[in-house]
């Protein structure tokens, strides 16, 4: 029996189905291992490129904040150091003008209700107290009362032009005790038993002490004091003044910090002067206060930081504070008090958008790669239930998913590229309806939460623009300090018109002018020049002026008054600072003008009907750098008559440059006054000014200006 022979049909047929087969299972097993590894290769590249875009925002993120950091505490640092120079120099001040009035000769005032109030007054301002120590009788000390008293007008102006300050003091080894504002002292306070006043007993420098509890209200305070001494060099008081740790907090740092911010300041000895979490309450004067010390701390970390900022190092260091996060520390000396600041940000705030990126980013890859492996699942199936009619299909479909999955991936790569080279205005536009496109979101919504955080850091920038707006107002408190111009008739009849400007080269400057009437008919001017420029020749100014204003009232002799300021200023003037100085008194019923020259440009004088000349004045010498004797000065007279007309101007003028390096000069100066005299006297200075702009072109100013022109125009009875 031969055996069944298949047809060639059925054998073809046969054939081409196992080749079918064959060929679909070869087709659907490729296939989907390509898929598989396909979309293994999209969920790494997409962890991958997540991983690196969020540590690249970390990293700049980091590198960034450690910069800002450090330029804030710079600003920081510099701020504090300049309150602490200008509250020591008017301390310094005080105690030299209290030296001179405790040796003084002159006459003392008895009234002592002038000064004093022995009930607290309705504005305690307006008066300043005293308090005698137990067993001191106030007969044995009441010279020294009268003399002390005569400083409550300087006790009042030094302790409202310092604000933050607490109260302004001083004491005697006698036992007296003054305030201002006037305050009420607690039985048993003795100023010689307060730390104070023992550390600037032993110093003749200003110090600073603290913090310790203030006897007044119980606050926590800082304390510069100075000894004031004879000409023995004995202590004959010590002058002090107090600024409340509070104060320092919230006018000098916490205002830009955010709220998770750390600050702290400490003493050369590694004592925590000021921190941002200090009680303000609790305290009590009779009490010692119990001070941190950070070289002591158990934590080696913050004991090797306390070291660095009491060598005076600056710096930006990662430090881990006990129970705490990573905190970068930024530090700075404070040259002024040998102190230095510090201020801590936790890592973890800084880079608080790029971790909760990161963590969506790995979410979304999870869901992603749950969502491929479902698909290859879902298209086996697919591929075995459809057979061989499909395969051109299936392969076919194979291409398009293929193509499908990859190229949003692909275009987010490129996309995330772009977002990593700093275009954080780029928006992915990705429309595919799947976790593809809510990861295309996420990468949207990281580069909003970057573009956020880095205009927060931004505002650290705008704070140090804080800075130098605060540097404006200093100017302008500056300008405030100089006397506007006027015409001023006195009782007498006599009529004189005054009008000046100072402008300075740098936010503030140097240069200063001063008038006022002694008495009826005694008018006191001044035009000076310090030698340097900034925030020491304004302090220098501010103290030069007061100074000359003072002398003024006392004496009507230009000599006198240009050796006093000039002892007075040389006492604590180790910077060996000066100042150039023309002043004088003129007779508004007379017409006579008694002045001298210290060191200042010659004044230019015109007749009523005739054009401006140089004065030829004794040069005398700046006062200031060290001790004259009273006859380094000349003193000189000129007569004014109704019409004629004095301008004083500090070298800016003379010494503007223009674009070739080429003064202005006195020729020049000569002709624009003599072109425009003219004008009215409102007029003069601004036209001499435009003058001096025309010349100098583009050329930036290089020396602060004054200029100061006064115009005598007699009595009714003249005229």
Known sequence: MKAKIFSLRFKILAALSL?????????????????????????????????????????????????????????????????????????????????????????????????????????????????????VNQ???????KCLGRLQPILKFVNSNNPGSHIIYIGTPSGIFISSPWTLQPVGYDPRLRIWYQSASKSHEAVWVGPYISSTENKLILTCAKAARDKDGRVISVCAIDVEVSSVIKNLISTQLEPQGKVFILDHEGNVLVRRELSETGYSWDNEYKKENLLKSPHTGISSLARKMTDGNRGCDDMTIPGEPVHFVAYYPITAAGW??????????????????????????????SFINNYIESSRIVYISLGFLILLLILSTGVYLSAKIAAPILFLKKQAEEIGRGNLDLKIELKTGDELEHLADTFNLMTDDLKKYIASLEETIHSREKIERELAVSREI?????????????????????????????????????????????????IGDVSSKGIPAA????????????????????????????NVLEKDNDASMFATVFCGFLDTVTGTVNFSNGGHNHPLFCRKDGNFEFIHTANGIAIG???????????????????????FYSDGVSEALNESRQAFGKEKLLEALNSHKADSSSKFIPCIRDEISSYAGQELQSDDIAMLYLSYYGTKANE
């Open 19 to 135: 080749l079918t087969g064959i060929t679909f299972f070869m087709v659907s097993h490729l296939t989907i291992e390509q898929m598989k590894q396909l979309g293994k290769y999209s969920v790494d590249a997409c962890s991958t490129l997540g991983k690196s875009v969020v540590l690249d925002s970390k990293n700049a993120l980091m590198e960034q904040s450690r910069e800002e950091l450090q330029s804030l505490v710079l600003s920081q640092a510099q701020l504090i150091d300049i309150r602490l120079k200008r509250v020591a120099g008017e301390i310094n001040l005080v105690a030299n003008l209290c030296s001179r009035y405790l040796e003084s000769t002159q006459k003392k005032q008895d009234d002592l209700s002038i000064y004093f109030s022995i009930e607290r007054p309705a504005n305690p301002n307006d008066y300043a107290s005293y308090y005698l120590s137990d067993g």
């Open 139 to 145: 007969e044995s000390v009441m010279d020294e009362l």
């Open 340 to 369: 230095s600041i510090g201020i801590a940000i936790p890592r973890n705030v800084i880079i608080a958008a790029a971790l909760n990126t990161e963590q969506i980013i790995q979410q979304d890859t999870l869901k992603q790669s």
């Open 478 to 526: 500056q300008a405030s300090l100089l006397p506007m111009p006027w015409q001023e008739q006195s009782d007498s009849s006599s009529v004189i018109d005054i009008q000046a400007m100072m402008e300075p080269a740098k936010e503030i400057g140097g240069d200063f002018y001063d008038y006022f009437m002694v008495n009826e008919t005694i008018l006191f001017f001044c």
């Open 539 to 566: 302090l220098f100014m501010a103290m030069t002026k007061t100074l000359l204003a003072h002398e003024a009232e006392f004496s009507l002799s230009p000599i006198k008054v240009l050796f006093n300021v000039n």
């Open 625 to 647: 750098p060290s001790q004259m004797k009273e006859n380094v000065w000349q003193l000189e007279s000129l007569q004014m008559n109704p019409g004629d007309r004095l301008f």
